[in-house]
């Protein structure tokens, strides 16, 4: 039997870079993360890819069909293996936490080989603008030290390689300082690593997102950094990524409950896996929006669609400012490209939609749970647990699939048995 190659993920979220891995034929040992409804999540999926492996996804379809507003994942839980729903760790990893965490994952490992480690630590602490906006307050911030977790990981299960995946604000984090003792630190457990930049457009997503992937591998081994091919990338959101969902007004559609497809699906779709085997998706719910907002929309797409220009929040008549600060973030309502690459999802999407406004005068409203899932390439047989906000948190804090496989794949190229 061919042999399997193992992972941890840390500080999982709702699973983008662990699915892309699982996509490229890994198999996840744990996840370990802090977020309670980012967990459910997670159980969800794990319980979806052991029923897939077991011939028994007509199981998955019914949960999906089934499902009522409120209700958790536990009906689908107990449908698998205890160990598969346990193999997902409700922990924030600390001192105090660590001892546990470590007894944890040593149960599920085994006599297992931890071939990866992958995730990155929360990226608030590194962004670009919550420095800007509290510089003080984010050097103090504990979750610059996260790593440091990350590296008693790397002693404790030696795997042969490792993924440290994070916002391009780690490069600049206290001048340059931070990245070097990541880098010591990395150095002092043996590993040699190397990164880079990458823009998920690049690499078949339709979102212009850059993130920071640091890649690291025992010094003895002969491995070295997984170079992904640039793509051309000629596809669009409104044509190639939304255009098979129902229309939206908003405030409608369910947490629960299935959606059927208005058409089949378009090339960069079964291209992306994004559409499934199944014949309906979930979560095409959009939010409620007060009036206001509404026109603010409209004034939005409008000056988008006819000259491709932004809205700047100064600009508008004085009754639609309802914002005090009107000195910076003048961008805060901002359409999705419908003919190109979307701008960054992030984790703000959860506290509105004004980010995110779709990009057509007959659906006034922000994207809904699915759409912005979509940019995010997951898959639409992703179900996120919890509410609607839960959800949006989860999807803004996740690494597109499509790239997360990407980078597994590469690395696995690199494997060969008996390394």
């Not at 930049?197 to 591998?217: C, F, H, M, P, T």
């Not at 990524?241 to 947490?255: A, K, M, T």
Request: proline letters at 4%.
């Amino acid at each position: 039997m061919a042999y399997v190659l193992n992972f941890i993920d840390l500080f999982a979220g709702a699973g983008g870079l662990s699915e892309g891995f699982i996509r490229a034929g890994f198999a996840p040992i744990a996840h370990i993360e802090m977020n309670k409804y980012a967990c459910d999540t997670l159980r969800s999926r794990m319980a979806y890819h052991y029923l897939i492996q077991h011939n028994r996804s007509e199981e998955y379809v019914k949960y999906l069909r089934e499902k009522q507003e409120g209700e958790g994942g536990q009906k689908l839980w107990l449908t698998v293996p205890e160990e598969i729903i346990d193999s997902v760790i409700n922990k924030e990893i600390s001192d105090e936490t660590l001892p546990e965490i470590f007894v944890k994952v040593d149960k599920l490992k085994g006599d297992k080989q931890v071939d990866l480690v992958i995730g990155g630590p929360p990226c608030q602490a590194y962004s670009l603008v919550g420095r800007a906006r509290d510089p003080e307050n984010m050097k103090k911030d504990p979750r610059n030290f996260l790593y440091k977790y990350y590296l008693q990981f790397l002693k404790r299960y030696e795997p042969k390689m490792f993924v440290f995946e994070n916002v391009p604000g780690i490069l600049s984090a206290q001048n340059g300082i931070h990245l070097e003792n990541i880098k010591k630190g990395i150095d002092k457990a043996g590993y040699e690593i190397e990164l880079r930049k990458l823009k998920a457009s690049d690499y078949g997503v339709l979102q212009n997102r850059e993130r920071v992937i640091i890649v690291g591998w025992k010094k003895d081994l002969n491995l070295k950094y997984p170079e992904l091919e640039k793509e051309k990338n000629p596809y669009k959101i409104l044509p190639d990524l939304f255009s098979d969902l129902p229309e939206r007004q908003q405030g409608e559609g369910s947490l629960t409950g299935i959606v059927q497809y208005e058409t089949s699906a378009t090339k960069y779709l079964k291209q992306s896996k994004i559409r499934t085997e199944l014949d309906f998706t979930t979560q095409h719910i959009a939010r409620p929006h007060n009036l206001v907002d509404l026109e603010i929309y409209k004034r939005a797409i409008k000056l988008w669609l006819e000259k491709r220009e932004r809205l700047n929040y100064a600009s508008l008549p004085s009754e639609l400012q309802k914002h005090n600060n009107k000195q910076s973030f003048l961008n805060r309502f901002q359409v999705v490209n419908h003919d190109g690459c979307c701008h960054t999802v992030v984790a703000h999407i959860a506290m509105d939609g004004h980010y995110y406004i779709y990009p057509s005068l007959k659906q006034i409203r922000s994207i809904t749970i699915r759409e912005a899932a979509r940019i995010q390439a997951f898959p639409d047989d992703y179900y996120f647990e919890g509410s609607r906000t839960a959800a949006f948190k989860q999807i803004g804090n996740a690494v597109p699939v499509v790239l997360a496989e990407k980078i597994a794949d590469k690395i696995k190229e690199q494997f060969a048995y008996g390394l």
